[in-house]
Nanobody
């Protein structure tokens, strides 16, 4: 059974940084795409960043709102997907979810069948 467990959320001041981790278990190979989504109170869950499965190299994709500030990466030896977040804004406050799928790439919520339980990120002074 595939499981995703997020960690690394917390309270941070505007302009600060956080690194989220997603521990992945249950996949029999590295051929899965992963993504991060977020959901702010009263809003829909939105795509934040995605990374293709590993092979000759992984490609990354970002929502316009986080380009240049967030970076998604994966360490297949550690079975972990990361989201490095910098220059955080109050508008980044949300529950962040890790997701995975058995395809090369996915960027929509409907394309990800496997989800973690989420980790809260609060950006506030």
């Amino acid at each position: 059974q595939v499981q995703l467990v997020e960690s690394g959320g917390g309270l941070v001041q505007p302009g600060g940084s956080l690194r989220l981790s997603c521990a992945v278990s249950g996949f029999t190979s590295d051929y899965y795409a992963a993504g991060w989504f977020r959901q702010a109170p009263g809003k829909e869950r939105d795509f934040v960043a995605g990374i293709t499965w590993s092979g000759s190299g992984s490609n990354t994709y970002y929502a316009d709102s986080v380009k240049g500030r967030f970076a998604i990466s994966r360490d297949n030896d550690m079975n972990t997907v990361f989201l490095q977040m910098r220059s955080l804004r109050q508008s980044d406050t949300a529950v962040y979810y890790c997701a995975a799928t058995y395809t090369y790439l996915a960027t929509t919520e409907a394309a990800f069948p496997i989800w973690g339980q989420g980790t809260q990120v609060t950006v506030s002074s």
